[in-house]
């Protein structure tokens, strides 16, 4: 199946500043991802989703300026958290369409963010 | 809109007895209805996926689940569970419109216990 792979895994910073998740479709181009955060024992909550080539939409209640999206080519997506606090402290999971039409989507293994 | 419904929190079970994961959906449109698996620390991994056709689905590790559309449900269940199915389920729905978006369910923490 198709590959999406997140970079890093884990991530330790100060409370101020930014840091940046990759995620990558390693094996097919996705004009679409999508993240997600996830805090402890709860479900995933749809951030946003990133359209290559143009501006992510966000959901309501997310910080388009707390979490800037760039979908700069078609097998990469970021995510960079700017000034970054203690309640951003989360596990951030991408996703992407997979080359067929059949809505299914395949997940990065996740991104583990503590701001101290 | 469409929303997910998953009816139990943390189900308990032995090992080699059966499980069902309860999940509920709602929508005004036709739905594509996945399940996913996610161990400690990890991403997801799907499991099965209905998209259309039989209304029973078979995935992997055993597990399958039927799609009941008069009842809104889509329910997982596996004959035999072992210690390495403990993980955390979560159900989830996609409009047709394939936006790609997937609505997930609050989350299933099966434990199987020896």
């Known amino acids: 199946g198709a590959v999406v792979s997140q970079h890093p895994s884990w991530v330790i910073c100060k409370s101020g500043t930014s840091v940046k998740i990759e995620c990558r479709s390693l094996?097919?181009?996705?004009?679409?991802m999508f993240w997600y955060r996830q805090f402890p024992k709860q479900s995933l909550m749809l951030m946003a989703t990133?359209?290559?080539?143009?501006?992510?939409?966000?959901e309501q209640g997310v910080e388009k300026d707390k979490f800037l999206i760039n979908h700069a080519s078609l097998t990469l997506s970021t995510l960079t958290v700017t000034s970054a606090h203690p309640e951003d402290s989360s596990f951030y999971i991408c996703?992407?369409?997979?080359?067929?039409?059949?809505?299914?989507?395949?997940f990065g293994e996740g991104s583990r963010l503590t701001v101290l | 809109a469409q929303s997910v419904t998953q009816l139990d929190s943390q189900v308990p079970v032995f090992e080699e007895a059966p499980v069902e994961l309860r999940c509920n959906y709602s929508?005004?449109?036709?739905?594509?209805l996945f399940w996913y698996v996610q161990y400690p620390n990890q991403g997801l991994q799907l499991l099965l996926k209905?998209?259309?056709?039989?209304?029973l689905v078979k995935g992997i590790n055993g597990f399958e689940a039927e799609f009941n559309k008069s009842q809104t449900s889509f329910h997982l269940r596996k004959p035999s569970v072992h210690i390495s199915d403990t993980a955390e389920y979560f159900c989830?729905?996609?409009?047709?419109?394939?936006?790609?978006?997937?609505?997930f369910g609050q989350g299933t923490t099966l434990q199987v216990k020896p």
């Open positions: 996703s992407a369409r997979g080359p067929l039409a059949t809505g299914e989507l395949f």
């Open positions: 989830a729905v996609s409009d047709l419109g394939n936006t790609g978006k997937l609505i």
């Open positions: 209905y998209l259309s056709g039989s209304t």
């Open positions: 929508s005004s449109v036709s739905v594509y």
């Open positions: 094996d097919f181009q996705a004009t679409t």
């Open positions: 990133s359209n290559e080539g143009s501006k992510a939409t966000y």
